[in-house]
């Protein structure tokens, strides 16, 4: 899986890639279960479903076994490798959070962290924290302005050395330095940012950020400090696992598990895993199959929300698809309405499609922008390819100077969704004229290999999004983005974007969303198929835990109940 953090989108692989984004109302709860009557109902962006019990009253102990897709190939979480949901799940365990967020997107400040975070100006605009005089790293170092400095240098953008995934929010930062105190922290801005709740959450020590090399590499095996209630005891990378224990240096609220073991497992393999007592939970997504497993399994609870997180088909632009009226045509012939039946009726999901690339179905603010490429034109792609020098074959195929149009769509092993998705999508692009070739590889070097790297025609994953919709989406479209893998952009995006992170009036930040999204489309980026279903089956025992929908996961306060 892929996943956005706060600051950019992460990415999934088995049950859908994911991002980061926000909800819009300030109504929210916590539910215990799901009612049969809600089945076919679409999930409130403002509800999510954790099982719920009170920090106090959650007994101490038990291990959480948490199924991970891949074995981390960087535990950086802000490195481009490092971006993943799976990783960025368990390297937050171990580090400092500054906010936390609850159902309806609204943030509390972690006062373990931070206990002042504030904007005391807004011309220029300007911040200032006080962090914990408690807060230190494992190794016994205070946390202290040093670590918030190191990370916007890193994550500005300005050295192309470091391989960030996103430089959202601190590239508009000025300047970040010392107060009244090493534990006083004041941020300066260039231009306004609205979500500045998105950065410096989490907290990465300065020794990470210190030089590229050391940003890059160093936590390639594994991070050398922790600053949050967990800290890493092993990693067996030949068992393809890793396990985490409580932090002896951590000053806060307890931790009521007393570790987390993360196991690689085939997506495929998961559901199963959860039956026969190997896993506590599954996230089910978008897998039929995994749904039909934990249905039928006993002592399992299955959980529903609707978080920020879709589905989508990324588009290349390499060969023929460096012509934009090739991605339009690609974009035309795509089945979404099909896929999205196929795939979430099942589950008990409206079989509903995302006409947004920054919005999610259930949010107030969204809006059908895909204009033209709202329903599938068969025909049209035709004209397309032709007016871009294509013709059809006897095949049916077009082809171009005697070589057919022959796409190679990339898709991870063991991950069934993906299998059944490309495929129904390969016999879609047929019917227009379009040869897909799907090419599994392995899942490990899925993204690394691969989708990082632009070598795909068409893939698919899900966005894990954030409570911060327009800023976290902005590397992912932007033409310099470090998510916009295939670097299909418009200087008018560009622009747009631009204005919009620093818009401070919601409602105008939100009308220049409409506008992007529509040049998405046009420019033949990528497809947005549907809104991921956040479903996970777990242990009936298992408490806050589950579908967190627009919330954050507090680890502390995981655990199993008598």
């Not at 006062?111 to 904007?119: R, S």
């Not at 960030?164 to 004041?186: C, F, L, M, R």
């Not at 590397?475 to 008018?492: C, D, F, L, M």
Request: glycine share 8%.
């Amino acid at each position: 899986m892929r996943v956005f953090g706060k600051v950019g989108l992460a990415t999934v692989v088995a049950a859908s890639l994911a991002l980061t984004a926000c909800g819009g109302s300030n109504d929210n709860k916590s539910t215990g279960g799901n009612k049969q009557s809600d089945k076919k109902a679409q999930a409130a962006s403002n509800l999510n479903d954790t099982n719920p019990m009170d920090y106090d009253k959650v007994p101490a102990g038990g291990t959480l076994r948490w199924p991970i897709d891949s074995y981390p190939a960087n535990f950086n979480l802000n490195h481009i490798d490092g971006n993943e949901l799976h990783t960025t799940q368990l390297i937050t365990a171990t580090l400092p959070i500054v906010w936390h967020f609850d159902a309806g997107s609204n943030p509390t400040l972690n006062t373990d962290v931070v206990d002042k975070a504030e904007q005391t100006s807004t011309s220029p605009q300007t911040l200032e924290y006080h962090i914990n005089p408690k807060a230190i790293w494992s190794d016994g170092t205070p946390i202290t302005y040093k670590d918030f400095a190191g990370l916007w240098a890193a994550q500005n953008g300005t050295n192309k050395a470091y391989k960030i995934a996103s430089s959202n929010g601190y590239e508009q930062i000025q300047s970040v330095e010392k107060g009244a105190s090493d534990q006083d922290v004041k941020v300066v801005f260039k231009t306004p940012y609205p979500d500045w709740k998105a950065l410096f959450s989490p907290l990465t020590p300065a020794s990470l950020n210190a030089s590229p090399a050391a940003y890059n590499t160093s936590w390639v095996n594994g991070p050398n400090l922790a600053g949050g209630p967990f800290k890493i005891s092993t990693l067996d990378k030949t068992a393809k696992t890793i396990t985490v224990v409580h932090n002896d240096k951590w000053w806060g609220k307890a931790p009521k598990l007393d570790k987390i073991q993360f196991i690689v497992l085939d997506q495929a393999a998961q559901a199963k895993a959860l039956q026969s007592d190997q896993v506590d939970f599954v996230d089910i997504g978008s897998s039929v199959a995994s749904y039909a497993t934990v249905k039928a399994s006993p002592g399992v609870s299955i959980h529903k929300a609707g978080g920020p997180n879709w589905r989508h088909i990324d588009i290349g632009s390499s060969g023929p698809l460096s012509d934009v009226k090739v991605r339009q045509a690609v974009s035309l012939a795509i089945d979404r309405t099909a896929d999205a039946k196929t795939m979430l009726t099942p589950l008990d999901w409206p079989a509903t499609v995302l006409d947004s690339h920054i919005w999610m179905n259930n949010q107030s603010q969204y809006k059908s922008t895909c204009g033209d490429f709202c329903k599938r034109d068969v025909a049209k792609a035709g004209s397309l390819l032709e007016s871009a020098g294509f013709k059809k074959g006897s095949d049916g195929i077009y082809a171009k100077a005697g070589k057919p149009l022959n796409l190679n769509f990339v898709i991870p092993a063991g991950v069934k969704t993906s299998a059944d998705e490309s495929a129904l999508q390969q016999k879609a692009l047929q019917e227009a004229g379009i040869k897909v070739t799907i090419k599994t590889v392995p899942s490990d070097p899925f993204f690394s290999d691969y989708v990082l790297v632009g070598k795909f025609d068409l893939t698919i994953f899900s966005w894990i999004g954030t409570p911060f919709p327009i800023s976290s989406a902005q590397s992912i479209y932007t033409t310099t983005g470090g998510q916009n893998y295939a670097k299909i952009g418009t200087p008018e995006i560009d622009a747009l974007y631009k204005q919009a992170v620093s818009e401070l009036d919601p409602k105008k930040a939100t009308e220049l969303t409409y506008q992007i999204d529509q040049k998405i489309w046009e420019a033949g980026h990528s497809v947005a198929l549907y809104q991921r279903p956040d479903l996970v089956a777990s242990k009936t025992s298992l408490v806050n835990f589950g579908s967190f929908g627009f919330a954050d996961i507090v680890y502390e306060s995981i655990g199993f109940k008598k």
